[in-house]
């Protein structure tokens, strides 16, 4: 039997290790800043227990009556010298239509969570690339306002001495704010500064008028949080300066986002592909496939030279007549060498 000499294509075999040595060479930071697809299970989980969390932080600040209906008093005259000190007006024009101010509660009640969990349910499934970017900025937001509620307590309109606000769902006997009722002692009463219901909705009207593609979807989505600043001053829960603080709070989490992943989370890809030991098998092939034409030439004549010495016999010389063999370019000089068994 003749012997055969076996060449690695070079290309290839220099394209694998790379590849592989630049994914592994992430550091720890780095692979926390690169977007990734999200797992349910943990989103589901961090969900849960960040949510706990905001709740029990939320409701342990002392609740600091005194100087929370001191802060609301200065809200209030601070609003009148603005000339935007309208919420007692919105307040009694909105209950007087009973099955407005009815709606209004409810929707206070719950949609300050159903949208939020349903942004972040269409951003799992439709923009995986963003979703984390934008759940950070969520996340940041509400860290912020936590400190705001220790820093600064505030009485909300419907709780002021001496105003003549009223107190929507105490009147319409409805189910709604965790702030009135028999709900009232599950709340922290004085924790009306910054406002996350304005927080949490700008965050999701700003996210579906960015990424939704359909226009009246992103017109309901700007349309979302400016509802829910009419609702939170008609059932007297807030002050106008209370959705400020709420903006200021989302602006806050915009810049974490910014500074982390580099871009704002809009901006990033709309999908990572799948993290695993095919896709990095997949990324090898694609990076070697990317070679230059002449590497993937100089891989593929090896095999050439082969797949021709075993049909026709031709291209192919006997090296120990020093005649240079056309598939690999050099002269074999290696003596004894007679290409029969």
Partial sequence: MGETTVT??????AALPETVAA???????RRLRTPRRPRLWFEILLIAVSYWTYSLVRNAVP???????HNADWIWQVEHHLGIAVEESVNHAVNSVHWLIVGMNYY???LHFIVTLGVLVWLYRRHPGRYAATRL???ATTAVALVGYYLYPLAPPRLMNGGDFIDTVMVHQTWGSMASGDLKHMSNQYAAMPSM???WSLWCGLTIAALATVPWVRVLGLLYPALTLVVIVATANHFWLDAVGGMLCLAFGFTV???WYGRQPYALPRTVPTRGPRSSRAAAGRAAAGRPAAGRAAARR???????AGTSGRGVTDRSQGVPDKSQGVRDKSPGWSGRS
């Fill in 63 to 69: 609740e600091q009556r005194t100087e929370a209906l």
């Fill in 197 to 199: 219901h304005i927080g």
């Fill in 302 to 308: 090896p095999e050439a030279g082969r797949a021709a």
């Fill in 23 to 29: 994914d592994s060479g992430h550091g720890p930071l």
């Fill in 257 to 259: 986002a910014r500074l």
């Fill in 8 to 13: 690695k294509p070079e290309g290839l075999e």
């Fill in 137 to 139: 900025v969520l996340f």
């Fill in 108 to 110: 206070y009640a719950t």
